[in-house]
């Protein structure tokens, strides 16, 4: 490999214009270009691979903290986890929706089942606030989710046209 480079044209070339310097210009070139190799190396190796070693530290000691918080929490997950499916197994999802609803003073207009496990329902001129509140109790008592809610603001105060589709 070293004598395919040497005998190149380019090579050549450049040899015969480095003879043609001075000795101390040869060595004036020579440490300039070890100087600028040096740099290189630095700038182009040693200070990317130690900023990466630095950040994968980081990653490790903010992954290592989660994983420690996750193991001292596990039992308050298993007990969160239980309290949520606190609906038994017969229990329809617009079974729930409608006795939990009376007790936020909200009607369905319209209701339609999506899927196995969903369910889309329409209200008209409900209290938002009232909205916002069952849909919590529905998510913390029963686990039962929104997964797409279209809200539209009406003339009175406080009160909504919403459709919406619940999940669980």
């Known amino acids: ?3 395919s ?7 050549q070339q450049f040899d015969q214009r480095f003879s043609e310097f001075s000795p101390r210009d040869q060595l004036a070139i020579k440490v300039l270009a070890a100087f600028f190799a040096i740099i290189i190396l630095v700038y182009g190796v040693l200070v990317p691979a130690s900023q990466y070693q630095q950040d994968a530290q980081a990653h490790y000691r903010s992954s290592l ?3 420690r918080w996750m193991q001292a929490n596990q039992g308050a997950f298993a007990q969160a ?5 606190q609906r038994d197994p017969g229990q329809s999802l617009l079974g729930i929706a409608n006795k939990t609803s009376k007790s936020y ?6 209701y339609q089942p999506v899927g196995e496990a969903g369910l889309s329902l329409w209200l008209d001129n409900v209290s938002f606030n009232s909205l916002v509140m069952w849909l919590e109790r529905l998510d913390k008592k029963y686990g039962i989710s929104v997964s797409e809610i279209a809200v539209e603001r009406q003339p009175d ?6 459709r919406l589709v619940l999940q669980g």
């Open 157 to 162: 105060k406080g009160l909504v046209n919403v």
């Open 65 to 67: 903290e989660s994983y």
């Open 5 to 11: 480079l040497k005998s190149s044209a380019l090579y």
């Open 1 to 3: 490999m070293l004598a």
């Open 81 to 85: 986890s239980q309290q949520r499916s």
């Open 105 to 110: 003073q909200l009607s369905f207009k319209r």
